[in-house]
């Protein structure tokens, strides 16, 4: 069956209908044929797709597998077995026919490897029969040319002999000897680690430390040597030696902050996930400092998690009772006579129900996610809500919002007290005073200063906040699965 008509058939898998990365990626498999040449999973992971990232293995293998059912490429040895660093060999379909393969334009991407043109004489095809009727694949060996060995291709003049791909890089003449030889034992590395069939992170985050490194180096050196590309997957692999040592970090059952490239022996590490973005938002009140008064910078703080990325946070007359208590006039005047928010004062305390849009012109050049955004809007608003802290000043659940926040997994903070003297708009002294009050109301268990840092430890009864800043979890849910396994626990026997 020609190809044309075979393709017609398969639906999505039609060459004239396929998406840009589908049709990409049955070029790269295309080249690779009429080369004579075997290509890996992993090669064609490196395809970039409508996002500009990699399509990864994921996505290879799928298309690969929709291709192959689709009758439009034949693969050796099948996709179930080859795994991603197995050489493949690919034959197009069709092209055994009288009617040859459509001929497809080579992409200009340099994620494809410059694959040459075949050197040995094609033999010609059979005639076609006059109905064209689908045509049986020669039998194995039937060709001369099937069964001539290939002789090996020796290095032309000037050019690199070795590593000549890494991942899905192609290793161009003229890098360094020293860098050479380091991808190549990175290479090495990796492949020892793959065969001996057990997993050791330790392993995978030295060799994935070291390829980031050799990457920047390439990256580094002057076109056409060092590329963007090359820049994107030194990233990448930055991004994977974190990963990774998250991962040794959870299997040893260690905070992940203390197993980061740049944590110092014995130091405080404040909880990441969901603590991140909720420092930056306190880091960005203190450096900006909008109003004088503690209450105007907690209102700052709310309408800045609120507006972000958007420009307007919606209020009610109670979100700011809520929040400022009776200094709610105090504190809006304050941020519009800065100009930091606008909105009509009366409109805003009239309101009960309806929400009144304040535009956040002081949210600008500070960025938040989606998601980041509302669940640290949402941890901000429980906490100084919280029955232990609802009624106290400002300045004080400001202060419990930033010792919190540099609180590590096991509850022990460490906060510089220049940060919170920014933050809550107070003097050293008030801020010594309002850790003391936390520690009276039971938010705190003990806070002293030291070396101009606030050191305190989190009650047990707080913890339920650290814990939803370390995973990135809302603190309704986290109170909820509290109850139902204290629901769940059955009553001690009475003695």
Request: with cysteine; glycine share 10%; charged share 20%.
């Amino acid at each position: 069956m020609p190809l044309k008509t075979r393709a017609a058939r398969v639906g999505s898998m039609d060459v004239n209908r396929m998406a840009p990365v589908e049709l990409r990626v049955f070029a790269l498999f295309a080249a690779a044929a009429a080369a004579g040449q075997s290509i890996t999973i992993r090669e064609v992971a490196g395809l970039a797709g409508p996002n500009g990232r990699t399509i990864g293995s994921r996505s290879a293998m799928s298309i690969a597998g929709d291709l192959v059912d689709s009758g439009l490429l034949a693969l050796s040895p099948p996709l179930g077995v080859v795994g991603l660093d197995g050489p493949i060999q690919v034959s197009v379909a069709g092209r055994d026919t009288a009617e040859p393969a459509p001929a497809l334009p080579r992409p200009a991407s340099p994620l494809l490897p410059e694959l040459r043109e075949p050197t040995a004489p094609v033999a010609a095809p059979a005639a076609a029969s006059p109905t064209r009727s689908a045509r049986t694949a020669p039998e194995p060996g039937s060709s001369k040319e099937a069964r001539r060995p290939r002789e090996p291709k020796l290095p032309k003049g000037g050019e690199q002999a070795g590593l000549k791909r890494f991942g899905v890089l192609t290793v161009p003449p003229g890098l360094p000897e020293p860098l050479l030889t380091e991808l190549t034992a990175i290479v090495e590395g990796f492949r020892a680690h793959q065969a001996g069939g057990v997993a050791d992170l330790t392993v995978v985050a030295e060799l994935t430390k070291r390829k980031a490194a050799a990457l920047t180096l390439w990256a580094d050196a002057p076109y056409p040597l060092g590329t963007g590309l090359v820049r994107a997957e030194a990233d990448r692999a930055r991004r994977a030696y974190e990963t990774t040592l998250q991962q040794l970090a959870q299997q040893r059952g260690i905070p992940w902050e203390s197993a980061r490239p740049d944590a110092e022996p014995g130091g405080h590490w404040a909880v990441s996930g969901l603590g991140e973005p909720v420092r930056g938002a306190l880091t960005y009140i203190g450096r900006t400092a909008p109003g004088t008064a503690p209450v105007a910078r907690l209102l700052a703080l709310v309408c800045l998690l609120r507006g972000v990325g958007s420009g307007v946070a919606n209020l009610t007359g109670p979100d700011l009772r809520g929040v400022c208590g009776k200094e709610a006039e105090l504190a809006v005047g304050e941020l519009t006579a800065s100009g930091w928010l606008t909105v009509d004062v009366e409109d805003l305390l009239a309101t009960e129900e309806d929400p009144v849009g304040c535009g956040v012109p002081g949210a600008e050049g500070f960025a938040l996610g989606k998601l980041p955004r509302t669940r640290s809007s949402g941890w901000v608003a429980r906490l100084i809500s919280h029955k232990k802290l609802r009624k106290q000043p400002a300045h004080v659940r400001l202060a419990a919002l930033g010792i919190t926040s540099h609180s590590d997994a096991n509850g022990e903070a460490r906060v510089e007290v220049a940060f919170l003297t920014d933050l809550t708009a107070t003097a050293a002294d008030r801020v010594t005073t309002a850790a003391e009050t936390l520690v009276t109301d039971g938010w705190l268990t003990e806070a002293r200063i030291e070396e101009g840092e606030l050191r305190a430890r989190i009650a047990p009864d707080a913890l339920i906040y650290v814990e939803a800043l370390r995973t990135n979890t809302p603190v309704q849910t986290l109170q909820a699965a509290a109850k139902a396994a204290a629901a769940a626990t059955p009553d001690a026997a009475p003695a």
